[in-house]
Nanobody, 118 residues
Framework: QVQLVESGGGLVQAGGSLRLSCAAS????????MGWFRQAPGKEREFVAG????????TSADSVKGRFTISRDNAKNTFYLQMNSLKPEDTAVYSC???????????WGQGTQVTVSS
């Protein structure tokens, strides 16, 4: 079992910044890949960014490239999503998720609300 807890969401004005954290506990040594997702009201959940847990290689959605940065601190079993130049369309519930094997997310956090006002 892996437990994931997000924090860092909130209300911010357009152009502002937030940093989300996702703390992992449990069988963290089994984690292969971590991802951030978001879901806005009335929309499907979408992939935002991901990071290979051991290698540190990252990928991100085109909609956030150049604005969002994903990183991790293996010693703390925590990974982060630094969000800069936020836009109202970034408003969503953001969730972190863990893969134990490639291609399937096995564990999810409870989500944290990010609201960007115009």
């Amino acid at each position: 079992q892996v437990q994931l807890v997000e924090s860092g969401g909130g209300l911010v004005q357009a152009g502002g910044s937030l940093r989300l954290s996702c703390a992992a506990s449990g069988r963290t040594f089994d984690i292969y890949y971590m991802g951030w997702f978001r879901q806005a009201p009335g929309k499907e959940r979408e992939f935002v960014a991901g990071i290979h847990w051991k290698r540190g290689t990252t990928t991100s959605a085109d909609s956030v490239k150049g604005r969002f940065t994903i990183s991790r601190d293996n010693a703390k079993n925590t990974f982060y999503l630094q969000m800069n130049s936020l836009k109202p369309e970034d408003t969503a519930v953001y969730s972190c998720a863990a893969q134990l094997t490639p291609g399937q997310y096995h564990y999810w956090g409870q989500g944290t609300q990010v609201t960007v006002s115009s």
